[in-house]
């Protein structure tokens, strides 16, 4: 379904529900794909999506549950008999149970333990074992296992008799009697051998593995970089404990996407789009606040050069132009630096390079910039003295927010913060005030 | 491979580099995996990547011009023989070859062409007859077809004798005489069917299919969606014409993921981190001459009122946190709507519920951050006046901040332009503009 098939089928329901829930809407609801009940629910304001979530099968439940948002999650949880929702969470897969858990109450999580099969519970534990945003959280325990000495055709046999695979399994994995991974044979070259032909001979001796412990993006940039498309966890010996597959890494990189996106703005993107205007309005003031204090800052810095503005008020006209372009050059620095060091391209090894590299570019630019605000002073007040103060504040500032932008979101991902989600307010800050200081400052000291 | 593993190769090669290639590294070069060897090529100064590229196996060139960035592939590109490169390019899967295309010269296009064999030129030009970033240049050729009147026993020997099958199949596609796709196969359900079932019994006969020319970002949507690994791409007469394969779809969901962060800054996604000086200064010029623009006119909103600061130097140091404040709170709206827009949870048909949400968040913090910085006003100026026309300024500033971070990325997005590329621009030229002017307007007209 595309994006305007989607907003199609929003504006039809949000259209319909003004008359509640009839039976054209009800046959579109029992119609869709989970996936895109998610959607539809995560797009609609509380009231009308209440109205929606009676309507849906109990079977389809579980999978919305584990698709939409936490924040969604939560607001559709709230709607539900304790029972129903246990039944809606028992039917999934072990590592999406695991993903809900977080939000569900101790007993809610102690009746989906009594609710699963015994096979189901020890995996489930396991994996509950394991921090969040690790491999071993993001893992499924449905491993199908094979040994190394039987013949291709062997398996084939037992595959017949084993009846329907795992979801998303392209591969078994050999292990020991010990249950030590030995390897992994891919389905499509199983296939496609000669039946008489031992296990040994087709397998992948060195598949790419993970630890319970690695993060879940480290697992994701491996999935990319090398084209995987599902891995084994294995223990600190080496056994065989779980495999993690490309649906749960793909929901991996589009939530680290998104958290890189809101994150400089101090937002959550787990948030339900619809939650209550206090509820948002409290998480949002935190950053403002913070913003505040930094904007304070930049003002106390003006403050100190009443004297300088009032005698010159063309300062005051002009100053915020060159706290906005420090700003700019050093966000362009800092957002492609960030982006290295999400990627992986920038690392304190090679900072050095990316520094003189930026450090060149502002120089440059801000030497063109320069000239530029120095033109438009002179023509909108005819003070040389003025152009040539505005010409040299702005190529300090860029050159300090070229140096910021590569400085601070190295020094914030070494110390072990997110640079995405600090380092774009103290850079802002350290361009206004820097910005502001310098034009006012060698105006006080040479102009006024 | 980690991300600090990577930075200790890094490390390593940049430091081995500074005595030549010598054995030691030339054995580390041999033994990484083309896409652990990419990004170190992608990470280092030109000089340092050339001698590296020096000593790559020609057999491992091809997958590494196809995993680094635009920029990079050039700067590698430059330092191949034309010979190398047709070699190095011509052993790729045909959907990484025409990735590769809009970097190429047409003299190197043509002679692909002419080394690769008959089937895959043919559906290499199948490829390239799309546009770029649509479902038809984004898949390949290389489906494995079965007839649904067979038996799952037929198709297993018919298997046997064929021997590899192509990368990332997961499924087998069922099309009828005139190629018409019936259906598909899961590659796990064949192996545990019954040998005498027919291919009918077990085939899924609604799988998820794309056009051409559907866009890719369409195309990823609905992998994650619908967690797909692959799915058939159909012409509009439903005949099967090749299949996208997840890998494919990761590299779009990171690279859209990579635009989004990077459009607001006017930087490009696909640039070397050490692209020329003067190239990439020269680049985001551009972005810092439309910023200027927008600086001028903030400034110019501040020079109507120069007499009201020369009379009330406070309005020229309070005046940037109301400016700062509103493009603060704007920023937090419009992040999330452009998000929303992007994942598909926010469009047209949901906008006003949105905007009014928006709006009562952004009146609620509005009041708040009014009534505390009016108390710091009266706590540095003791002016009462000031402190109320501060307050009525911030909350206007934040309730149209508010509305213009909804307004004008679904604006955008309904226009056709990308807003997270427009947007942010547009919104703080309104938040300095608005902000300004409602702070010394209010002043002028009431308190001086």
Redesign the interface.
Known sequence: ???SE???I??FV?QRLQHGVASELRDLIHRL?P??LA?VL????PEQRRMIWFEVAESDMGEILA?VSDGVRENLISHMESNTLVRAIQTLDIDDIAELVPDLSSQIIADVMVAVDEDRREGLGAVLSYEEETAGRLMNVDTVIVRETISVGVV?RY??L????P????KFYVVDREGVLRGSVL?????????NQRISAIMDENPQTFLPS?SE??VA???????L?SAPVIDENGRLIGRIT??D???V??DS??R???A????D?EED??AP??Q??RK??I???V??VT??L??WV??QF?EA??KL??L???M??I???GG??G??T???V???LG????????AK??LK?EL??GG??GL??AL??AF?SIL?YDNYGLAAIVAIAMLVNICVSSISGVVLPVLLDRIGIDPSLAAGVALTTIT?VVG?LAILGFAALVLV
């Open positions: 379904m595309t994006a989607h907003t199609e929003r504006e949000l794909h996936a895109d959607q995560e797009s609609i304001p698709k084939m595959l017949r084993r009846g329907e695979l979801q998303q399994t392209d389905l499509r070259n199983l296939v496609t051998s000669d039946l690695d993006e480290d940039a491996s999935f990319e970089r090398y084209d498309t490309i649906d890494v793909v929901d990189i589009q996407a998104s890189t996106l809101l400089p703005a101090g937002l993107d789009i619809f205007v206090f948002t309005a949002r003031a950053w403002l606040g913003n505040l904007a304070v930049a003002s003006i403050g009443e503005i009032e008020v063309a005051a006209v002009l915020p132009i706290a906005s372009m700019n050059a966000t362009q800092l957002t492609n960030i982006r290295g990627v992986g391209t920038i690392s304190i090894a090679n390079d990316v590299k060149l570019v440059l630019n063109v910039w530029v605000v438009v909108w206004d502001f």
